[in-house]
């Protein structure tokens, strides 16, 4: 690790301690009377603190490209955020009766490798429809995955759309 | 602000029509896999619409951010409870539920 | 003053509540409650210890909303910090008894 990565690391994790302690140290709901000075200063020392102890686990600085990846991860979200939507569509046309109800269990393999891709793989098949996640092989990038019926698990097996967005958000295709 | 209450009464309504699919699916599917299907997305749905409803009565104040802060700690927190259950319930040896089987 | 200005802020919404929309709040936290009561039975009767799980799990969400609508209800949204502390402490409740019940054990080696 650099030493100037080591800074920019430290300085983020101060920066986003001392927004909580501020965030919850105010108790009403107005800006101008709800801080004292000494209050203030107790939260800038508290937040150095826990920013020299814990940067290392918040900010792990591998991080290649990270203005990047962060801009097509707000693009992804996005798109997760209508993939919820259509998911809570779907489960509720199967609770009324509409959809059949056909559970298997599937597995494949991806080309996911990295911790943090992996979890936002996961967290993704959950909440998209029809589909959950079971367990994770982190060596093969292996997914075992209890899907609701057959077009959930086609979409995953077959067309393969979410691990290619998700392989173009982290870059590891 | 009639507009405004209308609004977030919608998006109230809308979100408390999910938490009831969610429970009647809960009631309803033959297995605990299914169950854990019309839970974990119904139920995730419908509180991101309650406190968005929320969101747009309050305006913006502190209480605004820590409705945010509520919402985005369940969209990450809620999908990794289920999928510890659901790796629990597979490895403990929950049987699953096939299309004919009797209901469980 | 400044200190008796902020106590008194502390009892003062941000919003006054008009009767339209304490009507429809009180509507959701009934249907919110309601559920939380048709669940109940899927913790009671559920057969086997998972299903109890889920039920316990899925109540819990609900409480988190419930506390917010309560919050609205009677003017005060500070509610929103003690749903907040609910959301993690559920979590951390359900990863907890989910690893119990696979390994059989808390702190393996």
Known sequence: ?????????????????????????????????????????????????????????????????????SRRFVAYSIWEMWQIYLATIDVTKRVIGMLPVDPRIIEFDTTLRSDLALTAFGNSITLTPGTITIDIEPERGRYMVHAIAKEPADSLTVDQIMQKKVAYVFMEE | MLAID????????????????????LLKFP?????????????????????????????FSFITIKLLLVSAFYIFAGPAGTHALMKAG??????????????? | ??????????????????????????????????????????AIAGPGTFNRVVAANIIGTKA????????????????????????????????????????????SP
């Open chain 2, 6 to 25: 209308v609004i977030s009464t919608i998006f109230m309504a809308a979100g408390a029509f999910f938490m009831i699919t969610g429970t009647l699916g």
């Open chain 1, 1 to 69: 690790m650099t030493n100037n990565g080591r800074f920019f690391s430290i300085a983020i994790t101060f920066c986003i301690m001392f927004l909580f302690w501020l965030l919850f140290s105010a108790w009403t709901v107005y800006i101008p009377q709800s801080y004292d000075m000494s209050q203030v200063f107790k939260g800038i020392l508290v937040a150095l603190i826990v920013a020299f102890l814990t940067h290392e686990i918040f900010l792990p600085c591998r991080g290649e490209n990270i203005l990047l990846k």
């Open chain 3, 1 to 42: 003053m400044m200190r008796a200005m902020a106590t008194r802020n502390i009892f003062m919404s941000s919003c006054t509540s008009t009767t339209m929309m304490i009507i429809s709040f009180l509507a959701v936290g009934m249907i919110i409650a309601g559920t939380i009561l048709v669940s109940s039975y899927r």
């Open chain 3, 64 to 107: 988190i909303v419930l506390l917010i609508i309560v919050g609205y209800i009677i003017e005060r949204p500070h509610f929103v910090d003690i749903a907040l502390m609910y959301a993690i402490l559920n979590f951390i409740g359900t990863i907890i008894v989910a690893k119990y019940l696979e390994k059989g054990e808390l702190c």
């Open chain 2, 90 to 104: 597979y490895v403990c040896g929950v049987p699953v539920w096939k299309k004919g089987d009797k209901r469980m």
């Open chain 2, 31 to 59: 297995d605990f896999y299914t169950r854990l299907h019309a839970t974990g997305k119904c139920d995730t749905l419908g509180q991101i619409l309650i406190i968005l409803g929320c969101i747009i009565y309050e305006g």
